[in-house]
């Protein structure tokens, strides 16, 4: 079952949204993938997800060589879902002019 989709976003270009409600703890996906580099290489479109402050409902959570979307809270259909860049540094940090 497909539990989310990627569409226009208010906050900035594309985002992913929910397709059902989500429970608070609920791996989603995989976002990123460590390489033999040491690099980390984006999964598109699961890393496509925007940055929030305020109205975050997701945290970026390491294991191992892969990086997952994990609900920090319930999520109902149909709200996008928003990370705090800022608390994992490995992620591109927000830029000025970036909207909250």
Request: hydrophobic content about 30%; aromatic content about 8%; overall charge neutral.
């Amino acid at each position: 079952m497909k539990i989310c989709e990627q569409r226009e976003s208010h906050i900035h270009g594309k985002g992913i949204f929910a397709l059902c409600d989500i429970e608070k703890g609920s791996t989603l996906f995989e976002t990123h993938i460590k390489n033999n580099f040491g690099c980390w290489m984006n999964l598109d479109p699961n890393y496509k997800y925007n940055h929030s402050v305020s109205n975050t409902n997701c945290i970026s959570s390491t294991k191992g060589q892969t990086k997952f979307l994990v609900a920090k809270k319930n999520i109902k259909i149909g709200e996008e879902l928003l990370v705090d860049y800022t608390k994992d540094g490995d992620l591109e940090q927000p830029q000025k002019g970036w909207i909250e």
